[in-house]
C-alpha cells in the first residue's frame, strides 16, 4: 500500500519538468521539500521572466509563461534540458486541449549554451500523447514510493538547487 495518494490532478509542469531532468528532485519538489528558494540560479531565472515583463496565465494547477492565438510559449533561462522543457510543454498542451484550447507550443531560451539558436516548436499530436501519458504514469508511480528515489551524480547536479542536499 502506497503512504501518498498521487494522482494525475496533482501533477504540474515543473513536475513533469523535474521528472524527465532528475528523478530524485522530481520526487522531493512533489513532496514540499523546496530547496529552490535558496538557488541563485532560481532566482535569476525568476528575473528573466520578470525582464521579459512575462504575464503567467493560470488554468487550474498549471502556469503558463503566454499563450498567443497559434502558441503556448514557455520561457527558460537556459537550453540545458530541452527534453524535460518539452514534456514540460506537452503537458501544458494537453491541459489547454481538454479545455478546448489548441495551439502549438514554443520554447524561448534566454541564454544559450549551445550553438544552436533555433526556437523549439512543439505539437501535441497522437504519438506525442501517448509518450506524454506513459510519462504522467511514471511520474505518478514514483511520487507514490515512500522512499525518496537514490542520488545518482550527472553533470546537470551542479547547478541544480537541492545540490548540497543531495550532497550531504
Not at 514534456?87 to 550553438?115: N, P
Amino acid at each position: 500500500m502506497n503512504f501518498y495518494d498521487f494522482r494525475e490532478e496533482n501533477l504540474t509542469g515543473t513536475i513533469i519538468n523535474y521528472y524527465m531532468h532528475c528523478k530524485r528532485q522530481c520526487w522531493l519538489f512533489a513532496h514540499r521539500i523546496n530547496l529552490e528558494d535558496n538557488s541563485e540560479l532560481v532566482k535569476l531565472g525568476k528575473a528573466i521572466h520578470e525582464e521579459k515583463q512575462t504575464q503567467e496565465i493560470e488554468i487550474d494547477n498549471i502556469k503558463i509563461d503566454k499563450i498567443s492565438d497559434e502558441y503556448l510559449i514557455e520561457i527558460k533561462k537556459s537550453d540545458a534540458d530541452i527534453n524535460a522543457c518539452k514534456f514540460q510543454i506537452l503537458f501544458y498542451l494537453q491541459k489547454l486541449k481538454r479545455k478546448g484550447i489548441d495551439r502549438k507550443g514554443r520554447l524561448e531560451i534566454i541564454e544559450k549554451k549551445t550553438k544552436s539558436r533555433k526556437t523549439h516548436i512543439y505539437i501535441l499530436d497522437k504519438e506525442t500523447e501517448k509518450e506524454l501519458n506513459h510519462i504522467k504514469e511514471l511520474t505518478i508511480e514514483l511520487l507514490n514510493q515512500e522512499k525518496v528515489p537514490d542520488f545518482v551524480r550527472t553533470n546537470k547536479c551542479r547547478n541544480c538547487a537541492y545540490y548540497s542536499y543531495c550532497n550531504i
